[in-house]
Structures are given as C-alpha cells and as structure tokens.
C-alpha cells in the first residue's frame, strides 16, 4: 500500500513542479487565505487515483470534501493538496503533498513530498519513517541545541497575542527559530533530525496528518500544546519535538498560565 501512494503522491508533484506562471490565484477566506487553480487541480487527481486504489475510504481534504461520515469510516484520506500554498504562489521553494490514511482512528500509512527538492518522506506504522528509502530518526537534542520551527496563520488574528506569547518564552532557550510555512515539512524535519521543535496554536487536521506519522516513527513525541492526544476530526494545536526538546518545551508551557490551547 504504501509503496502505491507514494507513487499517486509523486505524479501529484509532477502537476505542481508544470504549474505556469498564471496559477489562478483566487481568496477563499480573504486577502492572506489563498488558492490557486493548481490546489484543485491536484487535489481533483488524488481523489480519483486514492479512491481507485481503494474505494471503500472516506476523503477529507483542505479544498472540500462531500463524505457526511467521514468520522465513522473505516478507512480515511486525509490530503493537503499543496501544503503551503503561499509559499507555491511566491515562487518559495517550500510546499508539499501530503496524504495520511487513517484505519480506525490511527494514521497508518503517510507520504510528505516536496516536489521541488525531490524529498519524499514516508511512514508505516510500526515500520518506521524514511527519506527517499533511507530510514531516518530524530536527534534527541535538548533545546539550547535544537532548532524551533513555529507556525502562524495570519488569518487566525485571535491567537496571534498566545503564539507570540509562546514564542518569546522560547526563543532565548533554543539554539534558533526559523519559520517555514508547509506544517507537513515542518513535521518532516523534526522527524529527520533537522530541527528539534515545532509548535502552532491551530492547525486543521490535513496539515498535520500525514507528517504526524512520519515524526512518530522517527522516535518524535507529537501532540497537542496541552499534551493530550491529537484529534483528526477537529482544526487543533501541535507540538512535535525530539523527546528531551519536547520534554522540556511542554514544561515551560506549563508553567507559563493560559499559554497552552
């Protein structure tokens, strides 16, 4: 199985690396929540190849879905067509693919690929996580050596005050900060040792599915900013970290009152 959707998500990068110039831009939500007819283009061809590969399975991805009971479904499809769609606009050089198939309310198998460099990250469950086939595993760093990665819609102005909150916390007790915007990346770097952290107050489940797994298998510790289990029906915080990163992150989050979601 795995092998099969990661060969759909590489021919879905093939559509992002073709794009034009004149990628469509349109607002869905607004000046700073943007689509390009290239989402839908993608994402339109993952739901006909991921359904054909197995049409029993429910579909949920960031640009609508039709399915009413997504959450009773056995099998599940959680896609980000182009993960950093802002990014894609600008000419950055840093979005992904992201597909996670759920099996009874666990991610089982996920594919994140930048279709720009090439990377392709991949996890099954109980079978560890890989870049481009070669297994990969944390760092377990603490935070004077890791590297934090946040993230921050900007269209969710009502957090803005407790992600900088958080952040000013943190930043003088990691070794840097970098922001990246594609939270499926992001993921896939704390997973590959890139970076010991990354955190944000919201994201939706599409954004976090996929690259969930592939941290998990890499030995990372990925929940919400409370520490409770992360939930794939709902829009939720994250924090994912190599675990004496992670450790120390959620204790400090603690300690500091109404910082935590």
């Known amino acids: ?8 998500v590489l021919r879905a990068g093939e559509i992002i690396r073709s794009a034009e110039s ?46 009413t009971d ?11 067509p182009i993960d950093g769609t802002t990014n894609f606009i600008q000419g950055f050089r840093n979005s992904s693919v992201s597909v996670g198939l759920m099996h009874n309310g666990q991610i089982e198998y996920a594919v994140v690929h930048n279709p720009f460099d090439g990377e392709v990250y991949t996890a099954q469950r109980g079978h560890g996580a890989f870049l481009n086939g070669r297994r990969i595993r944390t760092v377990d760093y603490d935070m004077e050596h890791s ?13 803005v005050e407790q992600t900088l909150s958080i952040f000013n916390r943190v930043f003088p007790l990691v070794q840097d900060i970098r922001r990246f915007g594609s939270a499926a990346l992001d993921l896939c770097y704390v997973a590959s040792g890139k970076a010991g952290l990354f955190f944000e107050c919201r994201l ?8 969930s797994l592939i941290a998990q298998e890499a030995g990372c510790l990925v929940t919400k900013l409370d520490g409770t289990p992360l939930d794939f029906d709902h829009k939720d915080s994250l924090l994912v970290g ?10 400090i989050l603690k300690t500091e009152r109404g910082a935590t979601v």
Not at 31 to 59: G, I, N
Not at 70 to 80: L, Q
């Open 70 to 80: 997504f959450s009773t479904a056995e099998w599940r499809f959680i896609v980000d």
């Open 1 to 8: 199985m795995l092998e099969k959707l990661t060969q759909i």
């Open 242 to 251: 190599s675990p004496t990163a992670y450790e120390q992150f959620i204790r």
């Open 147 to 159: 590297l934090l990665i946040f993230g921050s819609a900007v269209y969710y102005r009502e957090l």
């Open 22 to 67: 004149d990628r469509g831009v349109r607002e869905k939500n607004g000046p700073r929540d943007l689509v390009t007819r290239y989402d839908t283009m993608v994402q339109d061809f993952l739901r006909r190849e991921l359904l054909t590969l197995l049409p029993q399975a429910a579909f949920m991805a960031e640009e609508g879905f039709e399915e």
């Open 204 to 211: 939706c489940p599409w954004d976090y599915a996929a690259g």
